[in-house]
């Protein structure tokens, strides 16, 4: 079993914590891991994305063209990575930033008004943490045991105190221990 994923967005929207969550948790499970990730010069604003890839066995590329599973979280990157989804795979589509729907019939879409639940729950910054959760529940690569506890190591220390809001916002959609 060998599962390819893409995160893509601006930069200061957490893409690259979402893609270090699903690595860290595989990680944490023995599994085969790449992490690889790339963004513009701009420190907040300018492109961001990354590539995973969770496998049982050793994995030879980090590069890759298309995924099992896409994110975007802003139009841009829809525009831009839509094509990147393999027949049948899944694209997770951020509509509180994007208001066109995706052209690909081919795959499965789920919507996530990831900044809108993130607002809901009181923590507007933890719209990644949302959608983070339900792409760790969509595809199934990694338990949600597994994420839960990437979490407490990626808010500890001095951020501590933004642990609970965003385990609340990650259990949103991300169910089971």
Known sequence: ????????????????????????????????????????????GGTANCTVIVS???????LINEADAVVVMNPPSLTKFESMVSPGGKLFVNTSLIDFAPTRTDV?????????????????RSANIVMLGAV???????????????????????KAHLLEPNLKALDVYLKGE
């Open 56 to 62: 049982d066995k050793p994995i030879s590329c980090p």
């Open 1 to 44: 079993m060998t599962y390819k994923m893409f995160f893509a967005g601006s930069g200061g929207q957490g893409v690259l914590m979402m893609g270090q969550a699903i690595a860290y948790a595989a990680m944490m499970e023995g599994k085969e891991v790449t992490f690889m990730p790339s963004y513009g010069p701009e420190m907040r």
């Open 108 to 124: 499965e879409i789920t919507d996530i008004a990831a900044n809108d639940v993130a607002k809901d729950i009181g923590l507007a």
């Open 136 to 158: 760790a529940q969509g595809v199934g690569i990694v338990s949600a045991a597994s994420v839960r506890k990437v979490m407490s190591k990626l808010f500890s220390g001095s």
